[in-house]
């Protein structure tokens, strides 16, 4: 029954749009990062992402992580100035122990960019948070 289906809530996980400069090109580059503030490693994350608006819609990109230490970040993609026009979205799955858990996460149209970035204090650059 849908009722017995317990669907757990997704905390101390995010999504950042950072703004940073890349050393072997000599740019400054916008770059997706995922967060992990649990303290416990989260396993075999897949984190699939798409732009879209009403007319739009951009390839599917995945990404798999096999580990996330606790309270730790990596970088996912490079993503294209181009794309803040649309709506960015990213479905996270991951395990945590023995338990499935999914989020998704969306920076929405014209909301990324260089007034709007802010510190991200786990990643010591200047970005944008999606919780």
């Known amino acids: 029954m849908k009722k017995d ?3 757990p809530e997704v905390t101390d996980v995010e999504m950042a749009v950072v703004y940073e400069f890349n050393d072997l ?3 400054d580059d916008w770059n997706v990062y995922i967060i ?5 490693d989260l396993e075999m ?4 992402s798409q732009g879209f608006s009403e007319t739009k819609t951009t390839s599917l990109i995945r990404k798999k992580l096999d580990k996330l230490p606790a309270n730790s970040f990596a970088k996912i993609e490079y993503i294209q100035p181009a794309l803040f026009k649309l709506n ?6 991951f395990f945590e122990g023995n338990t499935l858990y ?3 996460f969306i920076f929405k ?3 990324v960019k260089e007034g709007a970035l802010r510190m991200i204090k786990e990643i010591k650059k200047r970005g944008i948070i999606a919780k």
């Open 102 to 104: 999914e989020k998704t």
């Open 5 to 7: 289906i317990q669907i």
């Open 36 to 40: 992990n503030n649990k303290n416990v």
């Open 109 to 111: 149209e014209n909301t």
């Open 25 to 27: 090109y000599q740019t």
């Open 88 to 93: 960015n979205r990213f479905q996270v799955t």
């Open 45 to 48: 994350m897949v984190i699939v």
